[in-house]
Structures are given as C-alpha cells and as structure tokens.
C-alpha cells in the first residue's frame, strides 16, 4: 500500500515531469503522427502509464527516456490501429463520391451489342457461346449438356469469341461468317 507521503512524492515526480517534457512530446508525437488532437491524446495516455506505472510500485531511473519509450509504443499501437474514416472527414477534403455511371453503362450497353451478334454466329458456335456467356455455365456444365468433351467445348468457345470480335469490330452483315 501507498502511504501518503509517497502518493504526494510520485504526484511531484509526476507534475515535474509534465512540466518540462509536455511540449516536447507533443511535438515528437505530433511529428510522427501528423495530427494535433491524436498526438495531444498519445502524450496525455503517456502521463497515465506513467503514473500506472509508478503507482504499481515501479522505479523510473530517467524519466525522459522512460516517457519517450513510452510514447513511441503508443505511436507504434496508433499506427498498427484499423483505419476509419467518416464521411464528414472525407468531405471536409472535397472528396465527392462518383456519380458518373457512364461506364457501367457503356459495359452494358456493349454487353448486349455483343449478346444480340452472337446469333449471327454459325450454329455450332451459337448454342455454346449462348451457354457460356449468356447462360454463364462452366465448360464441365456444358460438356454434360452437350456430350462433347470439355477440350471440345473450351475450343469452339475460344473459336466462337474470335468470330463475335470480328463482328463486333465490323457490323456489317456477313462480317465473319
């Protein structure tokens, strides 16, 4: 137990110590954190340790180093911390969340240019594109399907999406028949 004449000894120690090595800290932690309020926030949970440390009983022989070591461990633990950032933050630095859907629908757009081409495909390599693409079953699934093998399949798909660009690139009909 803490007499009272020691508890007055460590809150001088402790006060001292606040006194001629706050602002220092706070720069360093500042330095290494880039953030005023977080960096106030690690010195402050120093002096606590600190005084944890010295309430349990500990000696501290150099208190600069003992409180810099301290510090460090805490910027260290603040940069190991998850990141989170609100909305409110991310606007504040002009950031606007996209609303441009022009690619997206573009993709779809040219999605569905290629889908209706695909008729224009001959036959055998309409039905596995049509599988493959439009349907979006596996080479295993069409394989059982059809009853060709899975060499097969992969090999007229390849052949069909050679065709499908060629009509793609010229729409004229008759492009790649």
Do not use: C
């Amino acid at each position: 137990m803490i007499s009272p004449k020691q508890l007055t000894k460590m809150q001088g120690v402790l006060t001292s110590a606040h006194l001629d090595f706050e602002r220092a800290l706070n720069k360093h932690a500042f330095f290494k954190v880039n953030d005023h309020n977080i960096g106030e926030d690690l010195v402050q949970d120093t002096f606590l340790k600190t005084w944890a440390y010295l309430v349990k009983g500990g000696e501290i022989v150099l208190m600069r180093a003992f409180l810099y070591h301290i510090l460090n461990n805490l910027i260290i633990d603040q940069y190991r911390k998850p990141k989170t950032t609100s909305l409110d933050v991310l606007l504040e630095k002009n950031f606007e969340p996209s609303t441009d859907i022009t690619d997206s629908l573009f993709n779809i757009i040219d999605g569905k240019a290629a889908a209706l081409l695909i008729e224009r495909l001959p036959e055998k390599y309409q039905k596995v594109m049509k599988m493959r693409h439009i349907e979006l079953l596996s080479l295993k699934e069409i394989s059982a399907i059809t009853g060709q093998s899975q060499n097969t399949i992969a090999v007229q798909t390849h052949r069909g999406l050679m065709k499908l660009k060629v009509l793609y690139d010229n729409p004229l009909p008759g492009g790649a028949d």
